[in-house]
């Protein structure tokens, strides 16, 4: 048995999807929030703090395309067309908020109301999607013969909806507590009460999705709540809990980066609750990740550069970061 | 629905969304090695034309690029959403080859575009020019993988049929694969044409219009000198392209050249005009130079090469398509050739800024190298069918077997969603290229570029750093 090239792939989209997640939920969180800050020069500001890192976020999702296309096709092949309403929806949506960045600059003076509500419709849609297509997948996808069988409309369906919903406050609070970090005065006082509000909202979701899908897949259940899983798991609903209650108490004081680093703490430990309750599925319920492998030679091939460059992209997406580092203020461009 | 299959909407949604995200690659590596060219130029010389042109182009770039990461995205997910029989086969080839491109392309262009765009005042300037470079190499990196994946599907090697899927056994002739090397430096150089002729328009446009500076002037003259070395150049990439084609796809080549049979003895002609006629099997309304097919392709005065009647029916592309595309293409190249020799003709004296009918040939010919991009795309890709990898799975085995339903909802939404919102990002494209280049832009510190809307809003190149900052915030 030599190196299980399926697992390391399986981690590094896990790594990737989990960038995207984080990176990309900020930025779509900062369209989310928008209807928030009716203000012009709020909503510059709210855009100029990640004009300059948005392409780079949303890589990490083609990423996670391309990975999962080189290594494991089979996953790439069921699982995009078993979703593709929902893909094609999330697709339109990024298209829409993406041109916002520069367009919105770009329209005249009474144009630009028209950039606005399409970067909010866009960045609402493509996390309500997103949510969708998570809930579909989770509640599994009927394969015969290599391919999904199905039908178009599948993911119509209440977890898949209410999963949507909860990826729009995931990212809003994401959203909410990066610009608690990257704002000042009045603009960030308005993002410390939102953020309250999207936390109780976040941890209703993280509860009800914990109750409902153990409850109707006995997979997952078991899974969980067999000893001594148990036992292993255990740590993750005790880390919620902490992550929680510190930013309840960072919100009270002058808060900067604390509450971004919270909300992130809690993203990660939903996301790895999810991974635990599919694993070792990559189409579930029921076609494994070594099942649905690309041949070793393909995985082989695209891990040597995955391994050799992710650390070179890590750096200089960091200096980028760097770069743009510190508080934006109004009327404050790049200069 | 509404009389079309679910693997005719498919196709359609493909050639679509792809004839759009084309556009914006093909703009976006022209203008990121000029860019590197004004920068460079601009830090050796200190010439401040230089600096304002950087300034003026990285605008244009910023916005070209943002509608090229989009509309690229769909790309992306189309393999998997719309052709997943396609991804199940071919996936292990075309995998890692799109892993590659994210992880040595993608992150490399985006993690750099910021300092690019709104760092010019953030960094030093040896460190800006870095990233401008990074950038245009990223651009140039992601062509040579896509490239390598298209020509794969073209021009198939290095792998086996194991399982009924294609499996990678040799990675070098999988990339280096027959068609890849001609592929690769034709559509490069066919970038820096469309650049070079968009570029070249818009100083024209300037110029027509009465507004004449330095910078004005630099911009068309090194437009006009790209466009001089370059476009001759691609004829002669061009015809071995060709040869490359007719020895790895020659159906392709028969569609092309609209050549149906061979007669004993005789050279093939080159057939100007026709209507190819697939069932009848027969060019209509041909004119043809005699025995100059023969001469182009097989170099010989009566060579033969195989008619469109050696295949059978179901194994040959359509004949119309392809026939007339490659005829826009090359009209188009053969334009370009003349354009440029022309601006030879003018280099003396100041006449390549006023002569009138040269400026408006040169406007009109400024969408001439991405409508000539397209056409060479529609040439290569329709050619290729029936099939979606050449000889190995046919385009009617590689859909997803969707129902119709979806797939006219996503092309209905695909098709309003791109008019609108590329058409409303051209016109702002053009409306910046309308404005020109300021001078000396770069003098005040507030250099905000793309992103930054004061920059957009009105000139401001006199103003001291302290106005700005009150306009700014009386605005």
Redesign the interface.
């Known amino acids: 048995m030599g190196i299980d090239f399926s697992l390391i792939w399986i981690l590094i989209i896990f790594f990737g999807v989990m960038m995207y997640v984080v990176m990309d939920g900020f930025d779509l969180g900062i369209g989310i929030l928008f209807p928030f800050a009716p203000d012009r020069h709020d909503r510059d500001v709210m855009m100029n703090t990640v004009a300059p890192v948005w392409d780079g976020n949303e890589t990490w999702l083609v990423m996670g395309g391309a990975g999962l296309l080189a290594a494991f096709p089979l996953a790439y092949a069921v699982v995009l067309s078993a979703l593709y309403l929902p893909l094609i929806f999330m697709l339109l949506g990024l298209i829409l908020r993406g041109v916002a960045f520069e367009f919105r600059f770009k329209a005249h003076e009474h144009e630009r109301h028209f950039w606005d509500k399409a970067f909010i419709v866009g960045s609402v849609a493509a996390a309500f999607f997103q949510g969708v297509a998570l809930g579909a997948y989770i509640e599994g996808i009927p394969v015969v013969d290599r391919a999904f069988a199905g039908g178009a409309f599948d993911w119509f369906a209440p977890f898949p909806l209410f999963a949507g919903l909860g990826v729009v406050v995931t990212y809003a609070a994401l959203g909410s507590t990066w610009l608690i970090l990257k704002t000042e005065g009045a603009l960030q006082a308005a993002m410390i009460r939102l953020t309250g509000p999207l936390l109780w909202a976040l941890l209703a979701f993280i509860v009800a999705v914990s109750i409902w899908t153990p409850l109707a897949h006995p997979g997952i259940a078991a899974r969980w709540f067999a000893w001594p899983h148990m036992l292993w798991f255990a740590p993750v609903p005790l880390l919620v809990v902490f992550c929680a209650v510190q930013l309840l108490r960072a919100l009270r004081g002058a808060p900067h980066a604390a509450p971004f680093l919270y909300v992130l703490g809690l993203v990660f430990l939903g996301y790895t609750g999810l991974a635990i309750s599919v694993w070792p599925m990559i189409i579930p319920p029921e076609i494994t990740i070594w099942e649905a492998a690309a041949p070793p030679q393909s995985q082989g091939f695209a891990l040597v550069g995955a391994l050799f460059i992710v650390p070179f992209i890590l750096m200089y997406t960091a200096w980028s970061y760097y770069v743009f580092r510190g508080k934006v203020r109004p009327g404050d461009g790049y200069h | 629905m509404f009389g079309f299959t679910a693997l005719e909407l498919a196709r359609a949604q493909f050639a679509f969304t792809i004839s759009f995200h084309i556009l914006f690659p093909a703009i976006t590596i022209g203008l990121a090695a000029y860019l590197v060219v004004l920068e460079g130029l601009w830090l050796r010389t200190r010439q401040t034309l230089y600096r304002d042109l950087y300034h003026f182009w990285s605008k244009v770039f ?2 070209n ?3 090229g ?6 790309m ?2 189309q ?4 052709w ?2 396609f ?2 086969f ?7 080859l ?7 392309a ?10 690019m ?7 030093g300037p040896g460190l800006h020019f870095f990233s401008t470079l990074m950038v245009s190499i990223g651009t140039l990196i992601s062509t040579t993988w896509i490239l390598a994946s298209n020509s794969w599907m073209q021009t198939p090697a290095g792998f086996e049929i ?1 399982d009924g ?1 294609a ?3 040799d ?1 070098l002739a999988v990339i280096f694969n027959p068609s890849f090397p001609y592929r690769l430096l034709h559509m490069t150089v066919a970038a820096f044409l469309a650049t070079a002729l968009f570029v070249a328009a818009s100083a024209a446009w300037q110029l027509l219009r009465g507004r004449d500076n330095p910078a004005i002037r630099k911009m068309l003259s090194m437009a006009m000198w790209m466009l001089v070395v370059v476009a001759p150049m691609q004829a002669v990439i061009g015809d071995f392209h060709g040869l490359n084609t007719l020895k790895h796809q020659p159906a392709k080549i028969a569609a092309m050249e609209g050549h149906w049979e061979n007669h004993p003895g005789e050279g093939v002609p080159l057939v100007v005009f026709a209507w190819p006629d697939e069932a009848r099997e027969e060019n209509r309304f041909a004119i043809e130079i005699p025995r100059l097919g023969s001469l182009i392709l097989t170099h010989s005065w009566d060579g033969q090469f195989a008619g469109l009647k050696e295949f059978p029916r179901e194994d040959r592309p359509p004949v119309a398509v392809v026939f007339w595309s490659f005829r826009i293409m090359v009209g188009l190249g053969v334009l370009m050739i003349l354009l440029g020799a022309w601006s030879l003709l003018l280099r003396r004296g100041e006449a390549l800024y006023r002569s009138r009918a040269f400026l408006r040939a040169t406007l009109w010919m400024g969408p001439a190298g991405l409508l000539a991009i397209l056409a060479g795309w529609f040439t290569t890709e329709v050619g290729r069918q029936p099939w979606v990898v050449y000889g190995l799975q046919r385009t009617a085995d590689a859909v ?4 119709a ?2 797939l006219a ?2 092309l209905g ?2 098709i309003v ?1 791109y008019c609108v ?1 590329f058409g ?2 051209i016109a ?1 494209m053009l ?2 290229v309308r404005k020109g280049p300021e001078l000396h832009e770069g003098d005040t ?4 570029g ?5 920059q ?1 809003m009105r000139p401001l190149s006199a103003a001291t750093d302290d106005d700005l ?1 009150a306009a ?2 009386r605005s």
């Open positions: 910023a916005l690029f943002g509608m990461v989009v509309s690229g995205l769909v992306s997910y393999f998997g959403t719309n997943s029989f991804s199940d071919a996936g292990g080839v075309t995998g890692p799109l892993a590659y491109e994210v992880l040595t993608f992150f490399l262009e985006a993690g750099f575009l910021g300092v765009l709104f760092g010019w005042n953030r960094v194991i899927r499996v990678p056994v990675w997803s077997r969707h129902e339903l979806p909802i996503s939404l695909f969603v919102v409303v990002g702002y409306r910046l510190g507030l250099v905000g793309p992103g930054h809307e004061r957009q900052r700014a915030h």
